[in-house]
């Protein structure tokens, strides 16, 4: 079965290539090349010993999209990762996240609906649930007001799936992960963020390294035990590995429901000071760090119950937030070597 996988050179998407192939999928990937690079291929070749089809498209553009779907008519599915994630940026930029999330999102949805096999699987993100009032965070839990545009077109994107699901063929599973962190063990791909990074945990192994001078850690007068904000760090290759279920569960029509949600994370908080020091065990690097202001965007804790997702869709985290990082090291040594 031929899968598009939009996004798929980036961080997360990388990774679900690799365990698509691992499982026989026939993969085509997307990518216009803005957060990521084209040797990733090479990297996807050299653990699975296949090349993706390739093609540099930008979904923005919807003629691109069309003929996309003209020339690859065979499409048994399709896993979407192609969008901006910074939370900051989006609050300065919005109009590039609307652009970018929620417009490639439509011209997809449109040329996927007239597909007889119209399966979607969503990137979506935990900002969706914004500063929950309950932790752990179960899918029950109310989606609040976003309180960035990032978080915005997460939300607007799974009530666009869900009202084409009603009135299509369309059938779509909306994953709602938490924080993403790690390398492939092969230390052949990982996160690879072009720029300043805007997550924690390159940021901390590009310090580490020497790349960056100091880590910024964005407040520590937040309502936790140590005061810094707390979320919820999942192995990216556990998370390659839920899109693939994911994708299994509606080719083989085991769906209970036209748009389905789960929560991908491991069940467990760490606050960023205590990410700082399970890095500096593992790594056996002492870390320049200071503690600065507030960051527009950010919640003060989320991580999830994780039972619907271990129940219903038969998958659960394997990896411990200290293995995440020793994976995460390991590719920064590699790529700065």
Known sequence: ?????????GFI????????????????????????????????????GKKP?????????????????????????????AASKAVGESVENPLLYYENNINTLVYLLQELKELPNANFIFSSSCTVYGQ?????????????????PYGNTKQIGEEIISDVAKVTKLNAVLLRYFNPIGAHPSTEIGELPLGIPQNLIPYIT???????????????????????????YIHVVDLAKAHVIALQRLLNNRNVEKVEVFNLGTGTGSSVLEVVNAFEKVSGQKLNYKIVGRREGDVVEAYANTDYANTVLGWKAQSTLEEALDSAWKWEQKIRS
């Open 206 to 232: 590009q310090t580490a390294i020497g790349l960056r001078e100091q880590l910024s850690i964005y407040g520590n007068d937040y309502q936790t035990p140590d005061g810094t904000a707390i979320r919820d």
């Open 132 to 148: 929950a009032e309950k932790m752990p965070i179960t899918e029950n839990a109310s989606v609040q007001p976003a309180i960035s």
């Open 1 to 9: 079965m031929k899968i598009l996988v939009t996004g798929g050179l």
């Open 13 to 48: 998407g990388s990774h679900t290539v690799v365990e698509l192939q691992n499982e026989g999928f026939e993969v085509l990937v997307v990518d216009n090349l803005s957060n990521s690079s084209e040797k990733v291929l090479d990297g996807i070749f050299n653990i699975t």
């Open 53 to 81: 089809a390739f093609e540099k498209i930008d979904l923005r553009d919807k003629s691109s999209v069309q003929k996309l779907f003209q020339t690859h008519q065979n499409i048994s599915g399709v896993i979407h990762f």
